[in-house]
């Protein structure tokens, strides 16, 4: 059997599975509670955001790619009230409606915890760097579909169904450039990067264009072009 045989083919389902796996990772340390995700998943053609709150974030890099969650009202003010409830705050200081400004913030920073525990999975695993933007939620009444052509050149899309600890449900959708990554030497997936080499890779001088600055340019971009 020759070399190419024996090598490690890694695509879509599996980003989608490393994903997912952050997702749940996050969410139940975060909640001290169970959040599990269907062992089915659906091909989409088009990612949409949904009632009652969306979330997307853009990533890119190594590869390009959306990822959007949309939670239900009841899904996100379970995940926002025993995150907090485990931070020490008390019933009575927490928002009562999910339109409150303050689940949104709270959602946001969890999508922010998941997306970056994905991408460090994604440089150890895959030995590849892919940044993200800061996420956007939003409260929505109606669906909005979202669109990356311009970033990606022969796009897949996937859904995945999820349940919270008392079985609330939410929908991952990821949009993402048809790729595979194939081992050709053997690593240490585990080994966590060296935190300076980190840091000299993120620094950049004061003439240059931050990319996050630019990310959300172009997340606002994309909400004018949707009359939000």
């Known amino acids: 059997m020759s070399t190419q045989d024996n090598n490690v083919v890694?695509?879509?389902?599996?980003?989608?599975?490393?994903?997912?796996?952050?997702?749940?990772?996050?969410?139940?340390?975060?909640?001290?509670s169970g959040i599990r995700y269907s062992g089915m998943v659906q091909r989409i053609t088009k990612t949409c955001l949904k009632p009652d709150i969306g979330c997307f974030v853009l990533f890119d890099g190594g590869f390009s790619g959306l990822v959007v969650i949309?939670?239900?009202?009841?899904?996100?003010?379970?995940?926002?009230?025993?995150?907090?409830?485990?931070?020490?705050?008390?019933?009575?200081?927490?928002?009562?409606?999910?339109?409150s400004d303050e689940v949104s913030n709270v959602m946001g920073e969890l999508m922010n915890q998941i997306v970056g525990d994905f991408t460090g999975k994604v440089g150890r695993e895959?030995?590849?760097?892919?940044?993200?933007?800061?996420?956007?939620?939003?409260?929505?009444?109606?669906?909005?579909?979202?669109?990356?052509?311009?970033?990606?050149?022969?796009?897949?899309?996937?859904?995945?169904?999820?349940?919270?600890?008392?079985?609330?449900?939410?929908?991952?959708?990821?949009?993402?450039?048809?790729?595979?990554?194939?081992k050709l030497n053997d690593f240490d997936a585990n080994e966590v990067p060296d935190p300076d080499e980190l840091l000299a890779q993120n620094r950049y001088t004061d003439g240059e264009v931050r990319p996050a600055v630019v990310a959300d340019s172009e997340q606002d971009e994309l909400l004018k072009s949707l009359g939000m």
């Open 126 to 182: 895959l030995q590849t760097h892919i940044t993200q933007n800061q996420p956007k939620m939003l409260v929505l009444n109606k669906q909005v579909i979202l669109s990356v052509d311009t970033n990606l050149d022969n796009p897949e899309a996937r859904r995945v169904t999820f349940y919270t600890g008392q079985n609330n449900i939410f929908y991952l959708e990821l949009a993402v450039d048809r790729a595979e990554f194939i």
């Open 10 to 32: 890694f695509g879509t389902e599996d980003l989608l599975r490393s994903l997912c796996d952050s997702v749940s990772k996050v969410l139940t340390l975060a909640t001290h």
């Open 70 to 99: 949309n939670f239900s009202a009841q899904a996100a003010m379970e995940l926002y009230e025993k995150y907090l409830l485990n931070m020490g705050m008390s019933k009575s200081d927490l928002a009562s409606s999910y339109t």
